[in-house]
């Protein structure tokens, strides 16, 4: 960590985080001391095959689950501690998401998919509609408000979905394989509006077991068997594909936040 490090430059940072499952009489760790630091307005992704323990992570990045261990401070708060009806209302105003399978709601509009995100975070109807239509108009499809998703491609649906994770202006974007179910130039055309939202600021966490799109990131980490390790500057940079150059658990945690 910098000198000039503070509350504010630091949007997460999670300490000693374990999370296990029981399964049956057996005790499955899916993350065991999980040290991460993610500085405001960087582009972090983790990386990991099946199993690794991404989506648990993610889960609990997003508060919609709860380690079994460790600290986990969001914005300068403790939210491990928190109630579920606080929890909820820090992850509807702070938190957006994206998923691989889009998760819009195939009988609202598009404009309604984007305003009903913000049903209950205090702003007016009207306020709701005017910003989901602005939203969209930066993802590029003001000319769909109207439509149905069900009329809409794969990458214009995931459009939506980005379109509806950024417009309450959330403090960290979560996306899940965002780009699992597109082909490679609609991923690419996707994975250019990540690199938009992180021009303009927006802070990043994206997991995905794709090396490639790993590398769009400023930095990235691995996951094997729920432990995380740094990826190597030059590593990162040929996209994954060279050898292990990663230091242990402490070493991913304190790498970042420096920005
Ligand atoms: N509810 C659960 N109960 C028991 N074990 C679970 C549960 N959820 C996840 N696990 C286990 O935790 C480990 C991590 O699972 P997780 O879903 O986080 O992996 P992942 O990296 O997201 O995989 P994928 O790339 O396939 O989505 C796996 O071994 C999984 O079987
Ligand atoms: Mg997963």
């Not at 648990?56 to 928190?82: A, Q």
């Not at 009207?126 to 108009?137: G, N, Y």
């Not at 790993?214 to 990235?220: M, V």
């Amino acid at each position: 960590m910098t000198a000039v490090e503070t509350d504010a430059d630091v949007v997460l940072a999670l300490e000693g985080i374990g999370r296990t499952y029981l399964s049956g009489e057996v005790e499955v760790a899916a993350l065991a001391g999980v040290d991460l630091t993610v500085g405001r307005g960087e582009y972090v992704s983790i990386v990991g095959p099946s199993g690794s323990g991404k989506s648990t992570l993610l889960n609990i990045l997003g508060l919609l689950d709860r380690p079994t261990s460790g600290s986990y401070r969001f914005e300068g708060l403790e939210v491990s501690g928190l109630d579920e009806t606080e929890r909820t209302a820090v992850r509807g105003r702070r938190i957006g998401f994206v998923f691989q399978a889009f998760h819009l709601l195939s009988h609202r509009s598009v404009l309604e998919n984007v305003a009903l995100s913000m049903l209950y975070t205090g702003v007016s109807s009207k306020d709701r509609t005017q910003r989901a239509r602005e939203a969209l108009a930066s993802v590029g499809l003001e000319q769909r408000a109207e439509f149905t998703p069900t009329r809409l491609s794969g990458g214009e649906r995931q459009r939506v979905a980005i379109a509806r994770a950024i417009v309450a202006d959330p403090a960290l974007l979560l996306a899940d394989e965002p780009t699992g179910n597109l082909d490679s130039k609609t991923s690419d055309s996707i994975l250019g509006l990540f690199d938009g939202l992180r021009a303009g600021g927006l802070t990043i966490v994206m997991i995905t077991h794709d090396a490639s799109v790993a590398a769009r990131a400023d930095r990235s980490v691995r996951i094997r068997d729920g432990v995380l390790s740094a990826v190597g500057a030059a590593e990162h940079a040929r996209g994954g594909s060279g050898g292990r150059l990663g230091t242990d658990s402490r070493g991913a945690a304190h790498q970042g936040a420096q920005s």
